[in-house]
């Protein structure tokens, strides 16, 4: 009987010396989670600044940027790939508020495709400074420089 009354109290300190250890473990577990949540929120609020920053950068740019061009729809021409690449930019407030390609008929189905990308990168910069589509180099170039002689027009060169 003493044999029985001994195993069942050592094996009651057992249990509840391995329950303490694995609620040790979770609490443990539980800190680091609060801490990796802490950090990652912290992330968050610096990339969410850096994006406002960002935003704030281009409106200061885009207010400086703000009249340089006429108001109105000019339309411009340049070499693209496959020939003439003829592009429309709208200029509103004084800022390009728009660009559509008119007209480029031989251009290459692909290459055009690719290259429409630089009519967003136009709008965002507020000029033709910027880079060509890898891979449509010439039908980029083309739109660009299409916009730049358009652009010229707006400032009334």
Do not use: P
Request: with cysteine.
């Amino acid at each position: 009987m003493i044999g029985k009354i001994f195993t069942l109290r050592l094996l009651s300190c057992i249990i509840i010396v391995v329950t303490v250890f694995y609620y040790n473990q979770m609490m443990e577990l539980s800190n680091a989670l609060d801490e990796a949540n802490q950090r990652i929120e912290t992330a968050s609020a610096r990339q969410t600044e850096s994006g406002r920053l960002q935003k704030d950068v281009s409106n200061a740019a885009s207010s400086l940027v703000h009249g340089i061009y006429v108001d109105g729809r000019y339309e411009g021409t340049a070499e693209g790939y496959g020939g003439a690449v003829t592009v429309e930019v709208i200029v509103t407030n004084g800022c390009i508020s728009g660009i559509e390609v008119l007209s480029s008929e031989n251009e290459d189905a692909a290459y055009y495709n690719m290259a429409l990308d630089v009519l967003d990168r136009i709008i965002d910069s507020q000029g033709v400074d910027v880079d060509v589509v890898s891979g449509a180099t010439y039908t980029s170039n083309g739109i660009i420089n299409g916009a730049k002689d358009a652009l010229s027009k707006a400032m009334g060169e």
